[in-house]
């Protein structure tokens, strides 16, 4: 089986009109090589080659896979930004109309929809892939998710996603030729492990076009700390030699080179990727579930690792069976269920049981809960004692076997659960990073909420699949 790579660009300088023409000279050779890559482009900068009448980085561009790299990139209030100052579903809406926005801008000029969004440095919250679902693009480059200890292909909140994680990058290390040999030679490694683990893709980050000529980052120098500099007053970065770039371009040739030569490889762009990892069947078979519940019931964790359907999805399709009066029914249809939006209170059962019938109940309050908000709630009442979701969820899977059987007991067992997959720490952790040692966020940025729905929505983390 041959291992898939996506040679991938981020055209995002908004500051040097010189990049364009970098933009122009790789999306032509990549053509003249028989490839296709994925251009993930700013919005503003596809307004700006109209605006400079570049009809001709149009239409080399339409010659590839174009995807989103966001509306205004670097420009204050960033995403993680203006993410953070808000609820779940008001920053949902929010994502969705300025994303939203930055998609309609780049169908109009390059005459078809985006196919992907691609994170802009360290600024991204797991409310943009809500947006993206909801935006019927469900698709997201470069996050730091991931399942279990993989970075492989996976979804998140609704949203497939490419990991960063899982990326070869080149990018300056093109301009100069020992530094290029070293990047080839770690790429083709990670290629080596990844295809020994069984990973299913590796990403190739080519580079930002600018950085072949510029030494310092557009917005680095214009955007730093919460600047929002004035487009008459950018400043323009120092240059390389043309030497430097001619060495770029050639190196550049080299690795499309390497890449077709490797008889493992497969080039694809993440539209094609997306083509072929589907979203999941609509229909979800009590079989299914049958056959997982052993497997889940071996560790504490909440599951992330399994392809039919995520933790989130499992314990909203176990508590519309148990409620479901179809006692031939073998089946439900899948809904998309996102993890729980808000933090519950550090309270827990008084009794170790629960009665049927209160189960029962608490069952159709989650039901009705995901009916009516599209997420999981945050913790179950059951008469009057608040559940946390994963003590819940504990109880709802440890009973499954029982009621498969056609046994209703009368009471079902209380054991702690986890609020949220362990991995979500392992993930929020980065994330926390990102934002932090990303120079263009404003000092005072806090990111507190942001990662506490980072964790939470690791409830919806399941591979995905061809």
């Not at 089986?1 to 981020?10: C, E, G, I, K, R």
């Not at 994502?95 to 991204?124: H, K, N, Y």
């Not at 392809?307 to 519309?320: I, K, M, Q, T």
Request: charged share 20%; aromatic share 12%; net charge negative.
């Amino acid at each position: 089986m041959s291992h898939n790579v996506s040679l991938l660009f981020d055209v995002e300088d908004l500051c040097w009109p010189g990049s364009d023409d970098i933009t122009l000279e790789l999306a032509k050779r990549l053509t003249e090589h028989g490839l296709q890559g994925t251009f993930f482009v700013v919005a503003e900068k596809a307004r700006q080659f109209v605006q400079r009448g570049r009809s001709d980085i149009i239409a080399a561009l339409q010659k590839h896979d174009v995807a989103s790299h966001t509306t205004r990139h670097s420009i204050h209030p960033t995403i993680a930004e203006y993410l953070s100052e808000t609820a779940w579903d008001e920053g949902v809406y929010q994502a969705m109309e300025d994303e939203g926005l930055g998609l309609e801008i780049l169908e109009q000029v390059f005459g078809r929809r985006p196919t992907a969004w691609g994170q802009p440095g360290g600024s991204w919250g797991p409310q943009i892939n809500a947006a993206m679902a909801r935006l019927q693009m469900p698709v997201v480059v470069y996050p730091r998710t991931r399942i279990e200890r993989s970075v492989d292909i996976h979804w998140y909140a609704g949203s497939l996603v490419f990991p960063d994680n899982a990326i070869a990058v080149f990018d300056t290390r093109l301009t100069d030729e020992r530094e290029f040999e070293q990047a080839v030679r770690q790429m083709v490694d990670l290629v080596d492990q990844r295809i020994l683990a069984g990973a299913r893709w590796t990403g190739i980050f080519v580079c930002h076009p600018t950085m072949l000529k510029a030494q310092q980052f557009w917005d680095g120098l214009n955007y730093a700390q919460g600047l929002n500099t004035d487009p008459k007053d950018y400043r323009l970065p120092t240059f390389r030699s043309q030497a430097a770039y001619q060495t770029a371009l050639k190196n550049y040739e080299r690795l499309l080179d390497i890449l077709q030569q490797d008889r493992r490889l497969h080039i694809q762009t993440i539209a094609d990727l997306h083509r072929l990892f589907r979203p999941p069947e609509e229909t979800v078979y009590f079989y299914q579930i049958d056959q997982a519940i052993p497997e889940i019931l071996k560790y504490e964790d909440l599951p992330t690792n399994f392809y039919h359907f995520s933790a989130a999805e499992l314990l909203d399709l176990v508590a519309r069976a148990y409620t479901n009066t179809d006692f031939a029914l073998e089946a439900l249809p899948r809904r998309a269920v996102l993890g729980p939006i808000d933090e519950p209170p550090p309270t827990f059962p008084h009794d170790d049981y629960m009665y049927w019938d209160d189960f029962l109940t608490a069952c159709r309050t989650l039901v009705y809960h995901v009916t009516d908000s599209g997420h999981l709630p945050s913790s179950v009442y059951v008469r009057g004692v608040q559940w946390s979701l994963g003590t819940f969820f504990r109880a709802a899977i440890e009973v499954w076997p029982q009621f498969r059987a056609g046994v209703r007991p009368n009471y079902l067992d209380w054991k702690p659960g986890y609020l949220y997959p362990a991995i979500g720490h392992d993930i929020a952790a980065t994330v926390q990073d990102d934002y932090e040692g990303w120079p263009i966020h404003r000092p005072e940025l806090d990111s507190n909420k942001l990662l506490m729905h980072t964790c939470f929505q690791c409830w919806t983390l399941r591979p995905a699949y061809e």
